[in-house]
Nanobody, 125 residues
Framework: QLQLVESGGGLVQPGGSLRLSCAAS???????VGWFRQAPGKEREGVAC????????NYADSVKGRFTISRDNAKNTVQLQMNHLLPEDTAVYYC???????????????????WGQGTQVTVSS
């Protein structure tokens, strides 16, 4: 069992930046990690993922060029740097771990095995 905890969410103005972090009670070294988000009334969608090695990343089209996923295995964390935020980015953001260390091209929630409880991101003026 892998326990994941997200942090870094909050209120930010449009055009601003926010950095989310995903920390694990166990070691994340061998897991792929994805970030997902769920806005009110919407289905949960994949935002970004990174392979266990960090050598492969994928992003949803809606966030390409604005969001960057990275990992620091020494600190056992994965980050999501979010720049040029839009009101449409408002959602609860979740991190999730993929057992086989993959970062699937289609960031589907069914590919991920362990989930955090989420952190709220609100983009509003």
């Amino acid at each position: 069992q892998l326990q994941l905890v997200e942090s870094g969410g909050g209120l930010v103005q449009p055009g601003g930046s926010l950095r989310l972090s995903c920390a694990a009670s166990g070691f994340l070294l061998d897991y792929g990690v994805g970030w997902f988000r769920q806005a009110p009334g919407k289905e949960r969608e994949g935002v970004a993922c990174i392979s266990s090695s960090g050598g492969s990343t994928n992003y949803a089209d809606s966030v390409k060029g604005r969001f960057t996923i990275s990992r620091d295995n020494a600190k056992n964390t994965v980050q999501l740097q979010m720049n040029h935020l839009l009101p449409e980015d408002t959602a609860v953001y979740y991190c999730a771990a993929e057992y086989f260390g993959c970062c699937p091209r289609r960031i589907a929630m069914q590919r991920f095995d362990y989930w955090g409880q989420g952190t709220q991101v609100t983009v509003s003026s």
